[in-house]
Nanobody, 126 residues
Framework: QVQLVESGGGLVQAGGSLRLSCAAS????????MAWFRQAPGKEREFVGR????????YYADSVKGRFTISREYAKNTVYLRMDSLNPEDTAVYYC???????????????????WGQGTQVTVSS
């Protein structure tokens, strides 16, 4: 079992930056690929980005590519989402998720992920 707790959300003006954190506890953090998803009001949950278990590979949605960066810190069992050049369309609840490796789905599909955090709200004002 893995427990995930996100933090770092808040209110920011357009053009600003935030860094979200996802602290993991439970089973070995380093063996899981990790991802970020987001869900805006009235919309489906969407893929934001993913980092491999080794940290050597990252993938991003086109809508955030070049603005968002995922990283992980093994000593702290934490994954980060650095968000720059934020715009109001980035307003959503952001969730981190862990891929235990036992499901069959594409990396950008939420069905692939076994564990989820409770989410953290990000609001970008214009």
């Amino acid at each position: 079992q893995v427990q995930l707790v996100e933090s770092g959300g808040g209110l920011v003006q357009a053009g600003g930056s935030l860094r979200l954190s996802c602290a993991a506890s439970g089973r070995t953090f380093s063996s899981y690929a990790m991802a970020w998803f987001r869900q805006a009001p009235g919309k489906e949950r969407e893929f934001v980005g993913r980092i491999s278990w080794s940290g050597g590979s990252t993938y991003y949605a086109d809508s955030v590519k070049g603005r968002f960066t995922i990283s992980r810190e093994y000593a702290k069992n934490t994954v980060y989402l650095r968000m720059d050049s934020l715009n109001p369309e980035d307003t959503a609840v952001y969730y981190c998720a862990a891929d235990g490796g036992g499901r069959r789905a594409s990396y950008y599909q939420s069905d692939l992920y076994d564990y989820w955090g409770q989410g953290t709200q990000v609001t970008v004002s214009s």
